[in-house]
């Protein structure tokens, strides 16, 4: 797995308007996934900046989490993530990530 993929991945499903209006990163193992959605183009980078909110995953994890192999909540309850910063967000980016 690679970050490479995950950054991809992550600016294919925000595209340049995704209405989040947050900022949050993926911090991997391999690195961070930085994405913010209150500026139009949406921005996604592997800048490790402030952030409202961060989940704490692994890049696999995190993959998974994103193609739907991953649910959210059960991978939240499974200690497959670990989410630092504000829950509304983390409940944002779920709904996005894990559709």
């Known amino acids: 797995m ?16 995704s209405g989040l209006d947050t900022t949050f990163k993926f911090v991997t ?4 996934v930085f994405v913010d959605t209150k500026q139009v183009p949406n921005i996604v980078s592997n800048e490790d900046l402030e952030t409202e909110c961060a989940l704490e995953i692994t890049t696999k994890n ?5 193609s739907g192999d991953l649910n959210p909540m059960m991978g939240y309850m499974m200690g497959k993530f ?9 409940m944002k980016i779920a709904q996005v990530f894990g559709s």
């Open 2 to 17: 690679s970050l490479l993929a995950l950054t991809e991945k992550v600016k294919t499903l925000v595209g340049n308007d």
């Open 29 to 32: 193992e391999e690195g961070v």
């Open 62 to 66: 995190a993959l998974d989490l994103i």
């Open 82 to 90: 670990k989410i630092k910063g504000d829950m509304q967000v983390a």
